[in-house]
C-alpha cells in the first residue's frame, strides 16, 4: 500500500516522493552477465560458450590449471571465491565436498542429467551428489614413429629409454599420474598404499630423471615439442595425443600393455558461487545432446552423455583412442580415495622428483 505521507508537507513534489517510493523498494539481485569456469586449457569449444551467450547474455570467462594439485591449489588459497564452476578429477569430489566447497545439484537444477550414463555419476565417491562427468579417457604413451626406433607397448619403454631416445622424454607434472605410470609398469595397482611398492615407483621414475627433457604436459598445437621432434616419446592423455596427430602422421598413441588409469572428469558448481542458478544452466546447456556431441568431437574425448553419443559420427565411436576395447582396458584401473599418510607420501615422491 503506498504510504500518504510521503505527499504531504515538505514532500510535496511528486518527483522527490517518486524517488523515495523506489528507494524504499527491496533491492533486487543483478543477473549475471559473466560466469568464471576453473578449467583445463582448450577443454571448451568456444564456440560453444559464443552460443551460450547468444542464448543468455551470459559470457564465460576461463581460469586455466595445469594440474589436479594446481586446481586444488587454486582454491585451497580462494575456498572456492571468485569461481562459479570447477573442473573436479573423481578422486577429489569427496574431499572437496567435505570442505564444503562444492554445491549439491540434482535433475531439478540440471534436467539434461537424464541423458548421463549413470555409471559415469556414480563412479566416485559423492560425485552423483555433487558434480556432473563432463568427459572421460585414458593415460598412455604418445610417440613418433619416425625417431623412435621401435614399436611401443609398455610403460618401460618409457621409464627405461634406450639411449637413442635419451632426453626427448616428456612427462606429465601430476603426483598421482606420474607415480601411477611407474606403479603399472611394475605390475602393482595404480592404488597402491603399499609403502615398499612406492618405493620401487620412486626408484623407477629416478632412474629414467636423467633421459626426462621435461615434466610439463606437452602442448597439442602445431607448436606441440612432439611435433617439431624436440620430445619423441610423453606421458599423455588420449584426446591429447588425438589433438596432437592432426600436426604429424607419424605420431601414435599406445595404452600401455600393463594397463593405465581410467580418468573421469566432472563439472561442479562451486558453493561459493553468486551464480549459481546460471552457473547450473551452463551445466545443462552443455548437456544438451546436440552440444555435448560437438563438445566430444572438439576435445576428443569420450562423452559420458548417452543421447549426444548416439549423434557421434561412427569413425569418432569406432576410434579404439578414444573408447579403447574392454580388452584393451582389462588391466586399467579408476583412481580412488586414498589414505592421507599415502598421499603425504605421494606428494614427497613427486617433489623429489619434479620440485
Known sequence: MTNHKV????????????????????????????????????YMDPEIVEEFRQRTGI??????FESDAARDEVLLETGGRGYDIALINGASIRILAK?????????TDIPNLKHVDPHWR????KAETYSVPYFWGTLGIAYRKDLVPFAVSSWMDL????????GRVAMISDARDLITVALKALGYSINSTDAKELAAAEALLQA?????????????????????GQVVMSM??????????????????????????????????????????????????????EIAAQLAQFVCFATPNLAAEALLPEDFRNDPVIYPSEEALENSETY????????????????????
Open 7 to 42: 505527499f504531504s508537507g515538505k514532500f510535496r513534489n511528486p518527483w522527490i516522493a517518486l524517488i523515495l517510493i523506489v528507494l524504499s523498494l527491496p533491492l533486487q539481485a543483478a543477473e549475471p552477465r559473466e560466469l568464471a569456469l576453473l578449467s583445463w586449457q582448450g
Open 59 to 64: 559470457s564465460v570467462k576461463q581460469t586455466y
Open 99 to 107: 570442505r564444503g566447497w562444492l554445491e549439491p545439484i540434482n535433475e
Open 122 to 125: 556414480a563412479l566416485h565417491d
Open 159 to 166: 621409464l627405461r629409454p634406450e639411449k637413442e631416445i635419451q
Open 208 to 228: 629414467q630423471a636423467p633421459a626426462v627433457k621435461t615434466y610439463k604436459y606437452v602442448s597439442r598445437g602445431k607448436n606441440s615439442a612432439l611435433v617439431n
Open 236 to 289: 599423455i592423455y588420449n584426446g591429447g595425443a588425438l589433438e596432437v596427430q592432426e600436426y604429424h602422421d607419424e605420431i601414435a598413441f599406445v595404452l600401455p600393455k600393463e594397463g593405465s588409469s581410467i580418468w573421469v572428469d566432472y563439472l561442479s558448481v562451486l558453493s561459493a558461487s553468486a551464480n549459481k542458478a546460471a552457473a547450473k544452466q551452463f551445466i545443462n546447456f552443455l548437456n544438451e545432446p
Open 336 to 355: 580412488r580415495r586414498l589414505p592421507a599418510r599415502t598421499e603425504k607420501l605421494r606428494a614427497t615422491i613427486f617433489s623429489r622428483l619434479v620440485d
